[in-house]
């Protein structure tokens, strides 16, 4: 969960870098805490230009590759709203399995994304990515906790 999570997170940030053009608010990040994030762990790796034109390749391809799933999985979470209104028990069931099917390859593609990235991050660079990365971590679970105990 940790991992995907931080797969998720670093992918993020690399849309937020270089957003596509015509890209919404649901596939690259504009603004936010997310966002920040997102540009602290880039400003923090200190990519070389060699590196930016890399990841914008690595993550347009990853985004091209999502956008047919992730219209499927905005498709199918629509119709399991209306199961839910309508208290059909075994289409929820039904669409609950394909979300998560649907989820599961997103999250492959965002992690194949990720694990081309960090390849091309120097050694150096690949420490301080998980430093950053842990951070936030740290940070999230202080918020969540934070958000449990009040």
């Known amino acids: 969960m ?4 931080a797969a998720a ?9 270089t957003p596509a053009p015509g890209a919404t608010p649901g596939n690259a990040p504009r603004g936010g805490v997310r966002a920040a994030m997102h540009r602290h762990l ?13 990841a914008k390749a690595i993550f ?5 590759s999502a956008q047919p799933i992730a219209q499927k999985a905005k498709d199918n979470r629509e119709a399991l ?3 839910v209104k309508a208290n059909n028990s075994s289409q929820i069931q039904s669409l609950a399995t394909t979300q998560g099917g649907l989820q599961g390859q997103l ?8 694990a081309k990235f960090y390849a091309i991050l120097t050694p150096e660079q690949r420490t301080k990515a998980d ?8 940070r999230l679970q202080r918020r969540l906790g934070r958000g449990n105990n009040g």
């Open 107 to 114: 999250l492959g593609i965002r992690s194949e994304a990720m």
């Open 9 to 17: 997170l670093a992918t993020g940030m690399a849309f937020a870098q």
């Open 60 to 64: 347009q391809e990853a985004r091209q």
């Open 42 to 54: 880039l400003q923090a790796l200190n990519l070389t230009d060699a590196q930016k034109q890399q």
């Open 2 to 5: 940790t991992f995907a999570a």
């Open 131 to 138: 430093e950053v990365q842990q951070q936030i971590r740290q």
């Open 81 to 83: 709203a209306a199961a």
